[in-house]
């Protein structure tokens, strides 16, 4: 497993200063583009007989890796601290109603049309699978992924309120869609894939998203105490990694949200601890730890998701599923986002081009994955995750690349 985690960190690193010395992608984007790269060169030398042992090896090597433990267990409490470390909590609370809403109820209808969408897909090729599943799939590919998307819009000039309402929502979104496909999941088994308990659905639901909540409360709380205690940034940033890693250990064994008591935990810390209980070098030192972590993470992540291209069976009827259902998607998202923003206009003033910025920004990624991955081993789990992986490749690739000129033009447009 050492030698594991030491070749793909080296692969990762070489990745990046490929992209930065060469292709000047925005990082995230430019690792993954080079790392399907290599996956096609694989897939290529895995038809030639005098290199076919080459790339079994690669797929070999591949294959030990447990995608979704690896991001579940390891990378997401992780990611999801850093990023809600350094969101303002003032801006968020201005725009906590329209974020609310798209990473609860966004979430749910995102869930039913893109599950029915996919169901009725799936009949018309003769691929049976089931509505519970489809629903399971709604579910794991309605989370947003803003890592990729956040830096081409600052290096555009995007104003603070589209990125404030694009982070916001997708931290919280993340950690809904991940209680509602574990409930979804916990149903479909259940039931064979048949049937929908609407009850049981609903009281997972609440145990799992209000326990996340009160775990990162208490944690968080209990952390900034700490730090209020002491003047030593070393114990301090420990003690932001302790909470994050034994929280999160501590919500999966509680059975409760471990991505939402993160994002929770990392508000109080980025900002009630940040104010009260931090000096200035505590601060920086905790920032630049925390930011490191971050784009380290994203870097072997999308590293990660590009290479999964080996593994993937791919078939032309799914693939043109996905490619039908990323039409759905930005449909179902562009209505979503687009009738609160229209309902609220009578009490926030949103800026001209929030709705076509926010639809088109809402990039999927490794959580998709990794929660298609951890589906039960069969042909229905190998569909989802072939067509789940069409789209993120989709989103990160094609919206990833071409958000920032929209943003521009937005910016340009008269009001």
């Not at 956040?150 to 309402?165: C, F, K, S, Y």
């Amino acid at each position: 497993m050492l030698n594991l985690a030491a070749l793909f960190i080296t692969l990762t690193a070489l990745c990046m200063w490929f992209n930065q010395r060469v292709l000047r992608l925005p990082p995230t984007i430019g690792v993954m583009a080079i790392a399907l790269a290599l996956s096609v060169m694989v897939i290529a030398l895995d038809h030639v007989t005098v290199t076919t042992v080459f790339a079994q090896t690669a797929e070999a090597w591949l294959a030990r890796i447990d995608f979704n433990v690896l991001l579940m267990d390891g990378m997401l409490s992780l990611l999801l601290f850093a990023g809600a470390l350094h969101v303002d909590l003032s801006k968020l609370h201005h725009y906590r109603v329209s974020i609310g809403l798209l990473a609860t109820l966004g979430v749910l209808v995102s869930t039913g049309v893109i599950g029915t969408a996919a169901w009725w897909l799936f009949q018309q090729v003769g691929m049976g699978v089931p509505y519970a599943f489809c629903l399971v799939f709604g579910a794991l590919i309605s989370p947003t992924d803003p890592i990729a998307v956040l830096g081409i819009m600052r290096n555009a000039g995007a104003p603070v309120d589209m990125e404030i309402r694009i982070v916001g929502e997708s931290l919280f979104n993340d950690g809904v869609a991940v209680v509602v496909f574990t409930a979804l999941l916990g149903v479909a088994t259940a039931s064979g894939g048949e049937g929908i308990d609407i009850g049981h659905l609903g009281l997972l639901f609440i145990e799992e998203a209000g326990g996340g909540i009160l775990l990162g409360l208490a944690l968080g709380g209990l952390v900034h105490r700490l730090m209020n205690s002491i003047n030593q940034y070393q114990v301090e940033v420990m003690l932001s990694l302790a909470l994050v890693v034994g929280g999160y250990a501590l919500a999966q064994a509680l059975h409760i949200s471990g991505p939402i008591a993160m994002v929770v935990a990392g508000l109080i810390i980025g900002n009630m601890a940040r104010i009260g209980a931090m000096s200035e070098s505590t601060r920086r030192y905790l920032d630049a730890f925390w930011e490191l972590i971050d784009e380290i993470l994203n870097a072997v992540l999308f590293v990660l998701i590009g290479l999964e291209l080996v593994l993937m069976p791919l078939s032309i009827e799914v693939v043109g599923i996905a490619l039908a259902l990323v039409v759905v998607i930005l449909v179902s998202r562009f209505l979503i986002i687009g009738v609160p923003l229209r309902l609220l206009s009578g009490r926030r003033h949103f800026r001209a081009g929030t709705t076509r910025v926010l639809t088109w920004g809402g990039l999927r990624g490794g959580i998709s994955v990794a929660l298609a991955l951890s589906l039960p081993d069969g042909e229905i789990r190998n569909t989802l995750v072939v067509t789940t992986y069409v789209i993120v490749l989709f989103s990160i690739l094609v919206q990833g690349l071409t958000i920032g000129r929209l943003v521009r033009h937005v910016l340009k447009a008269p009001r």
